[in-house]
């Protein structure tokens, strides 16, 4: 049963996502909206605002379980698309594994980042 | 819609012993009023050229064998009527994502052993009841309505022909395939999940479904197979995560000398 | 009997986007899986951003900042939002269907056949709804606050 426990990933993954990711929206993008409710999120992409996020555990946390879960959902789904195109069975062995070692490549370098930004 | 007013017919035409490549055919049809287009067919076959391929049975929506592409849209042709399109010119194509044998005649070869594929028939432990029946097994009626819906299948094809997913992957399972596979492991006479669910859980089985719904709008006979492939998703996500408990197959049911209780016998009227 | 070999007659990927005339709800699947490539394209130059550009020092930092403050890239981000509100949305409602919420009780259906996406279509109207709303929030944001 293992391609159900996959889809049961992605749908669990989805979810999150549409949590986390829409904070990361509503902070990045609402800031005139945001800034009705009290909540202060200008100038979010400046230098200074991303320092003091980069001192904060609970940011580095919360961008790495976004990049954990948006890896998982996204990769997942392009193996699909590129599975539904019929490839030969050598073919789909090679791409299961490219985007199997590019997620885990791609996880290990964008972690250790905001991790190694925080002891900084 | 009369004799002055014939209807054009573009039909496509494929003969792979003489020419290479489909092309499309005119021929001009009298029309009548609730004229099919399988009679429109059947004319041109009679009439005007008797090399024209294509199936047909029933004429009455009930065999499958006559599904093609009518305007850009799948249909069975006995159970369309020119009328409806409102328009003199009719296109005819194969149905697609099914090779083509001749004009409109598709393999449906591949398309059966996929069903085939699925252990389309009740699968259970008691081979000696199986093999020696002695009663049958018991079903109420609100166990039947949970799949009889996906029993009225006539195997017409048309709902691969709509599926996108079939129309670039050939070895998905097709939701003709996977509502049956649905209708026998809903059926409370069945217990071969176990034996289903390997085969649909592929890499190019149910999970490469993603909800279209091309396929239930196109089906001739109202069989929803879009509803029954989500049903099987549910049912082997809740097993994969030990959700529910999965039901034993039903026993034979008991003889009517247990279940109808005895009635007392009526009073004569004439004494 | 000399046999013949039949003829591929598959649409191919182009059957994703058309294969006849079809309802909506074939298109908003094949809009959930362009939407869901388009962001993942951006994520990966997001990603490359904000590890190879961030680490560079605030000069590299705020030179691409201002290359972006342009209105094509703005108007790009605000697809990027768009298509993750669509994307979110539709996934939510397919989470709901694909688990036989969002469906209808299987019952012999009866002449004209409605299948129980049509049925349902309410709840896929409401979602497109919801997203228009969003967008337009978003909008509201993108302009209010300055391009």
Known sequence: ?120 | MDENNPIIFKVQRYDPEHDGIPHFQEFMVPSSRYMTVLDGLLYIKENLDSSLAFRTSCRMAICGSCGMLINNYPHLACHTQIEEFHSDTLTVKPLPNLPIIKDLVVDLIPFFNTHKSIKPYILRQDAGEMGNPTAEYAQEPHALEAFLQFTYCIKCGICISACPTSASDRLFLGPQALSQCYRYCADNRDGGEKERFPVVDSDHGVWHCHLAGACSEACPKGVDPALAIQLLKRRMVSRAVALGKKQQPSSTAPSPAETKPKLPFPEFTVK | MRQIQPRRNYLGAVGWLWAGNYKVERYLYILHRVTGLGILLFLLLHLIMTTVFRIQGQDVWETTMAVLHNPWFKIGEYLVVIAFAYHALNGLRLILQELGFLMVRPAPSIYPYRDSLRKKRSWTMAMIAVVVILALVFFYDLVAGGW
């Not at chain 1, 993954?13 to 409710?37: E, N, P, Q, R, S």
């Not at chain 1, 990049?67 to 090679?94: C, F, M, Q």
């Open chain 1, 1 to 120: 049963m293992r391609n159900t426990y996959l889809w049961f990933l992605q749908l669990i993954t989805g979810i999150l996502i549409a949590v986390l990711l829409g904070i990361h929206m509503a902070l990045m993008h609402l800031d005139v909206i945001l800034g009705f409710f009290g909540v202060d999120a200008t100038k979010a992409t400046s230098w200074e605002s991303m320092i003091e996020r980069s001192n904060q555990g609970i940011w580095a946390g919360l961008y790495i379980a976004l990049l954990a879960v948006v890896l998982y959902h996204a990769l997942n789904g392009l193996r699909k698309v590129i599975l539904e195109l019929t490839p030969s069975a050598r073919a789909e062995r090679v791409t299961t594994w490219v985007i199997v070692a590019f997620g885990i490549v791609t996880f290990v370098w964008c972690s250790y980042v905001p991790i190694a930004l925080l002891s900084a």
